[in-house]
């Protein structure tokens, strides 16, 4: 494989691999020696400190502390979040070489979190790893996009079946919102807010068979199914966001009228269409 134009070396020319303007962002973390500068403020006993019910602290002991730290995992936690997203816009270029210390570089945080976040990404088969050069996007094709819908439809088809059947007509009230969001966020023609909202109604219908393990094995397929293929476009277009919405009301509405043969038909067709 080649090496990308945006690419760069773990130790070398950062600037190469950073994402175009008004890309990702994570909040500035708090460095060590301001925690400590703010935790030895607030123990610092204040003017007049102990006055107010005639209390004398001079002779006490103070109790110590304890010393706060900074989460790391929360700071590798929202890198993870916004390499996903970057992924499903298109700002991660699949074939590109990425290196960590760009990648933090862009951040405004160190190369650690965001060498986790990507050996994560490389576990969900989003990214490879380049040794002691980064780590490079994956090429996908359209036959794993086929391959991804195949699994879907044999997992999630018999489990939205057996819902039809089971699920009272009022718990699919809750789900309505969750449809009518998708066709919201399709409107926006926003790629990444129309994959959130889908995401979070297959969940949700998912959550209610009471199965965990199935909810994030399917959602794990589901967002692999959202990043771009190799050589195409970043996204559908906006008309093809909002008729994927649709099939997602089509498909309560056959939920809750108990139309076996419609719920199956749906889910198949939609996972044959959605990319």
Known sequence: ????????????????ARMPAGG????PQPRAADVDRERDAAAAPGPGAGDVRGEHTHSETPIPRPRPT??????????????RTALVSGELTPGELYSAPALGDRFGVSATPVREAMQQLALEGAVEVVPNRGFRVIERGARELAELA????????????????TVPVERWADMRPLAEATVRAAGTGCRVTYAESDRAFHRGLLALSGNEQLVHLAEDLHRR???PLMGGPAGRGRADLLADAAEHTALLDALISRDLDGVRALVGEHFAGAS
């Open 150 to 165: 195949e699994v879907r439809s044999l997992i999630e088809v018999p489990v939205m079946l057996r819902l039809a059947r």
């Open 24 to 27: 990702m962002r994570v909040p």
């Open 225 to 227: 199914a959202q990043w």
């Open 1 to 16: 494989m080649k090496q990308g134009t945006q690419g760069s070396t773990e130790t070398g020319h950062p600037e190469r």
């Open 70 to 83: 900074v989460q790391r995992s929360s700071v590798r936690g929202q890198i993870l979040d916004a390499l």
